[in-house]
């Protein structure tokens, strides 16, 4: 017994000096707060001293004695001998798998684990101390400390232990008999003596530091050895020391010897809350033995796995209970696989769960028939997809109901009916028509296990999207990667059809491409530099193109490469009817097989004047005027007196032709079929699209708008004619078309300018590699110009008068621009001082040259050209006698100068190389001119 009477009262006297060391201090703060304003000055040093003495008495805390005792038996080891390693387990890994899962799973062709071994997968340790209130029937034993607390008349704390003849000792009190008592008897019977033996006085009992166990843990454990356990500790704690058990060894024979007393534990009970934990005495053994017999589960079970058999044997409904049970509560079928006499595997189906299991049994549970019945499935654009019954939706007009079933955009021309065939089983795909069904009485019963399938306005315009359509000209699909991917995402339902198209090469799908005017026409392409090309032209078209605003004017449909994308007016990007991880494909498509391939059989084109050009599909003949509202409606400005009808045959195959009078003909009579086409015209207008840009030296420069084949000499007129300063002969006249037609010319030329670089490369092997790459940065350069787009032309109204085949007819973009009279010819080139000199009237070529310096010793002296203010270019040829004097030199004149190009008169490639020079210098010249 430790007596802590005299602690107990040194702890008191130190709180009554730490007490009067605060008093002391808030004695002087009153004291300066109510002192006088001359007279609140207290002695710094006694400040100091009360400081000094309130850090040296620490904290206003005493520790609890039951704490106390508790900590000091911590201190003491526990876990193991001092022989045994003390290193703490690593943090969990899956554990290779053992021999017997090995042979399950190639048995069972499954990944199937032994049940219950994950129990010890987790690094914690186990409890080595006392948390909390100990219970009142905790068995008191030799070693143990109880804590005695006396408050009132008589104040002292003493902590005392269970003797070695189970008694506790306390000062003043009679021995008290505890070991083999609960907790609860002894703190009451010491309560109930020290209230006699000690007047006044509560007695508060608790528990200290417990005993110590000594545990061995021997067997199929990943750390034997002896352990030191505290009494609260369990079987579970040993194991868990001892690093848990192998799965070579046996989680239902663990055996716990005391003396001549052997328990068995079984941790399948522990682990179903079946079985309560085993506690430990002093010198326990705890053996564990190798597995006894298995037996595997797997399939349809909540938890599969290989289960150690009891000792008595298993029902195999009591080895089916440990797995969980089946995920459905009925519709099984149970399969046993059992190892005979000579080690074959025989196979039975089990009419029932009441045999016994034997070693190396295997039970695989399925389903008799995962099938539904009486059940159709509607999915695709609507707003509750699934499963109806049959029972309740016998029908199409009762599966569909009213449009509220649709989602907003709904396509009702077409819908499609995946069923199965009656007389050969297989599933396909038969067309129908939801407008009808919704509005026109037409109904069909449906068959067990149909899918009724409906389309939204994005999943018809991915119809039309030039990723189809590529796919039908050529049988091929490579899918494009979409902004920030690096890798594109495929859209099975292309492939499918690339696949149907190039096996079949057929017109099986020639209505799909004959619509809409592709900007990607590949039957017409002749090289891959133009395919690409192409293709990245129509990609960029595509995005911007035409939209479509519903007759609220709440939403705009914009359909793109990859199918629709809703908007609203405020220009908010909603989200498309589409799988995010794989937006080029409308899930529909993804979701029944075939449907991409069987849709686009069945359309009909609408063109020209609509405001969704493309193609549509139609299940059966409608009517005209359904699907032009399909199209988006027509445009402003549509001709409805002549609209263009090509029906079909029954077969799929062009019918005839005709006109039909949208004015005077009903057009819900007027019906087309699949395979069919309308065609809308524009009301022919005299005005140009378009307008014409005129600056310069006109009256009333500005922008015009023009009628179809007005002249430039009636637009003259209209901007009230030229001013004084004007110089006609000057006019910079362009045009987009012949900008294009140049921009192409010349691309076409870089083209064959590498080509001829490569073959002249192959032929001169000696080639400097300096000019190889001059060359190659020329053709570069040459791609990249950006040509103006001029037209030489006749633009003084005198002359025009005079002479009205010279009257140019304009068209919607020209720009004309009349310059004021220059006084000043141009020198560029190869000339000594290149520049601007003033006009003399009568002057010559070589007189302005000879006024420039003259030409330089590298500049090419026979191709020497002058471009006149209007454009027109004319070479200066020498004679015996110099310069041609038929070349007149008009102000605003360029004499040009080119550079002499002999030293790459190897390439064999000087003809094309001066002839793209002069172009170009003829196009600086009109920039020069233009600027001026």
Not at 186 to 192: H, N, P, S
Not at 295 to 324: C, D, H, Q, W
Not at 507 to 522: G, I, M
Not at 860 to 868: E, G, K, L, N, T
């Amino acid at each position: 017994m430790k007596d802590t009477g005299a602690d107990a009262k040194a702890g008191l006297r130190a709180h009554g000096r730490r007490l009067f060391s605060w008093l002391a201090v808030m004695a002087v703060g009153a004291f300066l707060c109510g002192a006088p304003a001359d007279a609140q000055t207290v002695d710094p040093a006694l400040l100091r001293q009360l400081q000094r003495a309130q850090a040296e008495q620490g904290p206003l805390h005493q520790p609890s004695p039951v704490d106390q005792a508790r900590e000091e038996s911590l201190r003491e080891p526990m876990m193991r001998d001092a022989a045994a390693p003390t290193t703490t387990r690593a943090a969990p890994y899956p554990e290779p798998l053992s021999r017997l899962e090995l042979d399950y799973q190639k048995r069972t062709g499954q990944e199937i684990r032994q049940y219950g071994y994950d129990l010890f997968a987790s690094p914690a340790q186990p409890s080595t101390g006392m948390v909390g209130r100990i219970a009142d029937d905790y068995v008191l034993g030799v070693g143990d400390e109880v804590v005695l607390i006396l408050h009132g008349s008589t104040e002292r704390a003493v902590t005392t232990a269970v003797d070695r003849e189970g008694r506790i000792i306390v000062e003043g009190l009679p021995p008290i008999t505890a070991a083999g008592r609960t907790f609860g008897e002894v703190r009451d019977e010491i309560e109930a003596r020290t209230s006699k033996a000690f007047i006044g006085t509560e007695a508060f009992v608790s528990l200290g530091g417990l005993r110590q166990l000594s545990v061995y843990v021997v067997g199929e454990v990943k750390r034997p050895g002896l352990y030191r356990l505290t009494s609260l500790s369990t079987a579970l704690d040993a194991l868990t020391a001892a690093g848990g058990v192998n799965r070579s060894g046996s989680l239902r024979k663990i055996k716990i010897v005391t003396g001549s007393q052997t328990r068995i534990l079984d941790l399948y009970r522990l682990m179903d809350g079946q079985g309560g934990d085993l506690r430990l005495s002093d010198g326990a053994r705890i053996v564990v033995p190798v597995i006894g017999g298995t037996a595997a589960v797997y399939g349809e079970v909540l938890r599969p796995g290989i289960y150690e058999l009891p000792t008595e044997g298993n029902s195999a409904k009591e080895l089916l209970a440990f797995a969980g049970g089946t995920i459905r509560p009925t519709g099984y079928a149970y399969v046993l696989t059992r190892v005979g006499a000579e080690g074959h595997q025989q196979v039975e189906t089990l009419a029932n769960l009441n045999g016994r299991v034997a070693d190396g049994d295997i039970y695989n549970v399925g389903l008799r028939r995962d099938v539904w019945v009486g059940a159709v499935e509607l999915l695709g654009h609507v707003r509750a997809p699934g499963i109806r019954s049959i029972g309740e939706s016998p029908t199409l007009s009762a599966l569909l109901g009213d449009v509220e079933t649709f989602k907003d955009y709904p396509y009702l021309l077409f819908g499609a009916i995946e069923t199965t065939d009656p007389v050969s089983r297989a599933r396909v795909l038969e067309p129908f028509s939801p407008e009808k069904v919704l509005f026109g009485g037409a109904d069909r019963k449906l068959r067990d296990k149909d899918r009724v399938i409906l389309f939204g306005r994005s999943d018809i315009d991915f119809l039309s999207a030039s990723s189809t359509r590529r796919v039908v000209l050529t049988g091929s699909y490579t899918p494009t990667p979409m902004p920030g991917e690096k890798v594109a995402q495929r859209c099975m339902p292309l492939d499918e059809l690339a696949r149907l198209v190039g096996d079949t090469r057929s017109e099986r799908y020639a209505t799909a491409v004959r619509a809409v005017f592709s900007q990607l026409d590949v039957t017409k392409v002749e090289e891959a530099a133009d395919i690409e090309a192409a293709r990245q032209q129509r990609e960029a078209a595509q995005i911007s193109a035409e939209a479509r605003i519903d007759s609220n004017g709440r939403k705009v449909v914009t359909r793109d490469e990859f199918g629709a994308r809703e908007m609203d007016v405020q220009g908010k990007t909603q989200a498309p009817d589409q799988n995010q991880d794989d937006p080029m494909c409308p899930k529909v498509y993804r979701a029944v097989a075939n449907l991409l391939p069987f849709t686009l059989e069945y359309v009909a084109s609408a063109d020209g004047a609509v405001r969704t050009p493309g193609v549509y599909p139609l299940a059966e003949a409608t009517s005209v005027g359904s699907l032009i509202a399909a199209a988006g409606g027509a445009t402003f400005g549509a001709d409805y007196g002549t609209i263009e009808v090509q029906s079909s045959t029954a077969n799929g195959t062009p019918g005839m032709r005709q006109r039909v009078d949208g004015r005077a003909t009903d057009l819900a009579t007027v019906t087309i079929g699949p395979a069919g086409g309308i065609r809308l015209n524009t009301v022919y207008r005299a005005e140009e699209g378009g307008a014409v840009l005129l600056s310069g030296e006109f009256k009333h420069p500005g922008v015009y708008s023009i009628k179809r084949g007005e002249k430039l000499s009636e637009l003259i007129e209209r901007a009230g004619g030229l001013s004084d300063q004007a110089y006609p002969y000057g006019a910079v006249f362009t045009r987009n078309r012949v900008k294009e037609a140049q921009q192409a010319g010349l691309q076409r030329t870089a083209r064959e300018l590498n080509a001829g670089l490569a073959t002249a490369a192959l032929k001169n092997r000696e080639m400097s590699a300096d000019v190889l790459m001059a060359a190659q940065k020329l053709a570069e350069s040459i791609a990249t110009v950006d040509m103006v787009g001029r037209v030489v032309i006749e633009a003084d109204p005198r002359v025009l008068a005079e002479r009205p085949d010279l009257d140019t007819a304009l068209e919607g973009g020209d720009e004309i621009h009349i310059p004021k009279r220059p006084n000043y010819v141009l020198l560029i080139g190869d000339v000594l001082n290149p520049g601007a000199l003033q006009f003399v009237a009568g002057k010559s070529v070589k007189a302005y040259l000879r006024e420039g310096g003259g030409i330089q010793s590298t500049a090419d002296d026979d191709r020497i050209f002058v471009v006149y203010p209007n454009g027109a270019a004319k070479p200066v040829k020498l004679s015996s006698w110099g310069f041609n004097t038929g070349v007149m030199v008009p102000p605003g004149t360029a004499i040009v100068v080119p550079k002499d190009v002999q030293p790459i008169d190897t390439l064999n490639l000087v003809k094309d190389i001066s002839t793209i020079i002069g172009q170009l210098a003829v196009s600086a010249a009109s920039i020069a001119v233009i600027s001026r």
